[in-house]
């Protein structure tokens, strides 16, 4: 068993909710389903005066409005993002810090402007190794006092599909998922998906900033320095059949055929296959057509349930050969745990 939650686990769980698992149903995740994660204050942001400041190591650095930034080149993106979070609360132990079950999750179709474009515009000097993304939130976070900012060298920078995104869903940026801009790097935990966007800086030296070389670390022990957290490893998860008890979310199912279904994703590689389980006998699911390369991928397989106690499960593999593990490595900070799903129920 787990250890206990305390207050600030609670109140961060409060502040910052996941994405309801029935909502694996939506292809796009509805406004407002999408999960959150919000590391300190939510910024008041006026559209009018708002600038993105592109500066640094360029030949020219450019001050960009949210019209100036309208008027380039636009494109509609489905992405699956997933906080690296996501499963720390199924470790044994943790940190203090977002206690996520698995549904730290969600997929939105970003409408935005490529970022590779608007880089080369500004002209990167010879000697550029890295680009800075800062947003305009500020908060103390492991005794320092910063404003949120995460790095991407140029070459993972400038990929095609890596997005400065004003949309979400047809509509504007809702305030809390990073109005009026954000970041969007496909198939890379959330972290690296900085909002409320106000200046990319090129830097000639690799950026060590508290959320690159503190936080999002892969460390085996306190001392360790860590490998950092990068790319999505895949998950399957499962729309939870039959019905809910409250409060304790017990499932329910009538005897007769059914169909499992779920979604299943990776930043690595294309989803390859889909396994499910009844009881820990193994089979392949059925793929569902592709929704595009950085949006999860459906899934189902039809079981007869048969009267009893029952545990599903599934797991999904990439074509990068990565698979989920029944148990994922523990580390430090609570970080891509995708040990497999499994859900108790009870067909009466
Ligand atoms: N400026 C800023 N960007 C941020 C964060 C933040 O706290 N501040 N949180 C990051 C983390 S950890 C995640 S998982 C995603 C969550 O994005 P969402 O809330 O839109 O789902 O945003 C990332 N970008
Ligand atoms: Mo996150």
């Known amino acids: 068993m787990t250890e206990p939650f305390s207050q600030v686990e609670l109140q961060l769980a409060a502040r910052n909710h996941g994405m309801p698992l029935e909502a694996l149903r939506y292809p796009v995740t509805p406004l407002g389903l999408h999960y959150l994660l919000i590391h300190y204050d939510i910024p008041d942001v006026d559209a009018e005066s708002f600038r993105l400041e592109v500066d640094g190591h360029v030949e020219r650095p450019l001050t960009l409005s949210l019209d100036d930034l309208r008027q380039q080149p636009s494109v509609e993106l489905a992405v699956t993002m997933e906080c690296a979070g996501n499963g720390r609360a199924l470790f044994e132990s943790r940190p203090v810090s977002q206690p996520w079950l698995n549904e730290a999750l969600g997929t939105a179709a970003w409408a935005g402007t490529p970022l ?7 002209g990167p000097k010879e000697g550029a190794v890295e680009v800075v993304f800062e947003g305009l939130d500020q908060g103390v976070e492991g005794g320092e006092e910063q404003t949120y900012a995460r ?11 890596v997005l400065l995104a004003y949309g979400m869903n047809g509509g504007p940026l809702l305030p809390q998922h990073g109005f009026p801009l954000r970041l969007v790097v496909p198939g890379w935990y959330g972290m690296t998906s900085v909002k409320w966007l106000r200046r990319i800086t090129v830097v000639e030296r690799p950026f060590h900033g508290f959320q690159q070389a503190q936080a999002y670390r892969f460390r085996r022990h306190e001392d360790d320095p860590g490998e950092p957290v990068t790319r999505i490893l895949p998950r399957a998860l499962m729309i939870p059949p039959g019905i809910a008890g409250f409060p304790g ?7 007769g055929p059914t169909v499992l279904a779920g979604r299943a994703w990776s930043g690595w590689a ?8 009844v009881d820990g006998d193994w089979r392949d699911a059925e793929l569902d057509p592709p929704a595009g390369r950085w949006a999860w991928r459906g ?3 039809e079981w007869d349930a048969t009267p009893g106690e029952h545990v599903l499960s599934c797991r999904a593999h990439d074509a990068a050969g990565n698979s989920q593990p029944d148990q994922a490595d523990w580390n430090v900070g609570g970080y891509s745990n995708n040990g497999i799903q499994t859900i108790s129920v009870s067909v009466r």
Request: a negative charge.
């Open 116 to 122: 590779a474009p608007l880089l080369a515009e500004a």
């Open 299 to 301: 899934w189902h397989a």
């Open 249 to 255: 979310r017990e499932r329910a199912l009538a005897p």
């Open 151 to 161: 790095s991407l060298t140029l070459d993972d920078a400038t990929q095609a599909d």
């Open 270 to 277: 294309e989803i390859e296959r889909v396994e499910v389980a």
